[in-house]
């Protein structure tokens, strides 16, 4: 076998291979074999037609073709093999000629991984916001600690901001009552946004056993996105009642003796939580700062095949889950669809533009994944799918999709590396140490790239699929 690539631009090639008819002998015996098993020719046992019967019963051509089929993925596979290429998605083959015990000659052109020259990265600087935790802030998380333990008790007046009511619900389109359009005892706390627009209007004022009227759109049920009359009638008014902030309280809502302590802790888990936003903040920085030094062509087709695995998930599995539909998703989002298409592409683009960076980054500094870092990865991606961590594997390795998060690991492990040779300094001037992030940088790199390729949507939805079921 001779071949020969061609570069038709920096992510696809033309490979042209020709092969000589000797190396066709295996793959000729293997169809005269498969059509001597499938087709019955009188005074000769099944198997055990000649082949010089085939070919005068059905032509050599049918002999050829499937000859030529069962042989071309070895072919083509060494033929990429030999020229060292990293391909992308299948090939486009096609046969240039055929001569019977003389030769075959095809070309096939694919997409392939763009060769990628990394600089030096050691020079990237960025700024993050500075970690500031004030009394305002640790006022409001003990004051929302405060609220999960309120109690509330039934009252002799109209229902105000912030009180607990009961009610009964009856939602009409055109004048009819909806099927799922009734609800009784619902409970409902004034000023939380919790149920339908323009309900806290409609029952602030009103005592047990009154009712008004309003029109609202439909958040979900059978008319979504539909303009309704709702009648909504009060049962019961009750006031929420807030314990007193004192150590009691600190001993009734926590492990801590006194409120100081309380308040201590608090402030401890609003920097730790803040410590963690501002490594993502730095993560994410550093990554777009390291592809803007590197020129990374990418691949139409691919990109083409991304775009769609985003709308294709977006549609049929974040908004099915939610009730929505694209229309109504990008009403809420103040989106029109030219501007949603410009987005998903934006994000396609820089998601292939992450991995193929940071693979060649996992290339140059060499960098492997352990049995315990991709344990511990694979628990975090079952935490995100709602599925237990056997469960998630289970679906993983199932769907062959193991090697997707090796690599997914591989290209946390990179960022991490520019991470740790960059310099971040936060909004006040001060240099901030993110050495120990390494796993954030992988939650970064993976968000970064999400589902960039199918196979990865391939395993969230396998993974739906085996918890649904």
């Known amino acids: 076998m001779k071949s020969a690539v061609e570069t038709l631009n920096p992510t696809r090639v033309r490979l042209t291979v020709e092969v000589p008819f000797e190396e066709l002998k295996d793959s000729l015996d293997a169809a005269y074999k498969k059509i001597n098993q499938q087709v019955t020719v009188k005074g000769f046992r099944k198997g055990k037609i000649p082949a010089r019967v085939i070919d005068q019963r059905f032509g050599r051509g049918a002999v050829l073709e499937e000859a030529v089929n069962e042989a071309l993925p070895k072919f083509y596979t060494d033929a990429v093999n030999e020229a060292e290429l990293n391909p992308l998605g299948q090939p486009e083959v096609d046969i ?7 030769l075959l000659s095809f070309t096939a052109e694919v997409d392939i991984r763009p060769a990628l020259e990394i600089p030096d990265y050691s020079g990237i600087e960025v700024e993050v916001d500075a970690i500031e935790v004030t009394d305002e802030d640790v006022d409001k998380a003990v004051e929302e600690l405060r609220e999960r333990f309120s109690s509330t008790s039934p009252v002799e007046r109209a229902a105000e901001e912030g009180d607990v009511v009961t009610l009964d619900l009856e939602a009409k389109v055109d004048g009819e009552v909806l099927e799922d359009g009734v609800a009784k005892d619902v409970s409902y706390t004034i000023g939380s946004g919790e149920l339908l627009d323009g ?43 807030l314990p007193e ?6 001993q009734l809502a926590s492990e801590f003796d006194t409120l100081e302590e309380l308040r201590a802790d608090s402030r401890k888990r609003l920097t730790d939580m803040k410590e963690y936003d501002q490594a993502t903040q730095a993560q994410e920085r550093v990554l777009d700062k390291l592809l803007e030094l590197v020129e990374v062509p990418v ?27 694209l229309d109504k998703y990008l009403e809420l989002q103040e989106k029109t669809a030219e501007e949603f298409e410009t987005e998903t592409r934006e994000a396609a683009v820089k998601g292939i533009k ?3 960076v940071l693979d060649e980054l996992v290339n140059k500094e060499k960098l492997n994944v352990n049995q315990e870092e991709l344990t511990e990865h694979l628990v975090r991606r079952a935490a995100g799918s709602g599925m237990s961590p056997d469960q998630f594997a289970q679906a993983v390795v199932e769907g062959g999709q193991v090697p997707m998060l090796v690599g997914e690991v591989a290209r946390g492990k990179a960022l991490a590396v520019v991470v740790e040779s960059a310099t971040v300094k936060d909004t006040n001037g001060e240099v901030v140490d ?14 970064s790239e999400e589902e960039t390729a199918p196979e990865a949507a391939d395993a969230e939805e396998k993974a739906e699929d085996s918890k649904e079921s």
């Open 96 to 102: 240039k000629e055929l001569k019977d015990n003389e």
């Open 245 to 250: 902030l004192d150590d009691e309280f600190a």
């Open 354 to 356: 992450t991995q193929f």
């Open 434 to 447: 993110l050495s120990d992030d390494e796993d954030e940088a992988e939650t970064a790199a993976a968000g």
């Open 199 to 241: 309900i806290d209007d409609a029952v602030k004022g009103k005592s047990a056993g009154e009712e008004a009227t309003f029109a609202s759109e439909l958040k979900g049920g059978s008319a979504a996105g539909k303009e309704a009359e709702v009648t909504v009638k009060v049962s019961q008014v009750a006031a929420r009642e």
């Open 299 to 325: 691949p139409e087709k691919l990109l083409e095949d991304e775009i769609n695995t985003r709308k294709h998930n977006l549609e049929h599995h974040q908004l099915g889950q939610m009730g929505l539909t």
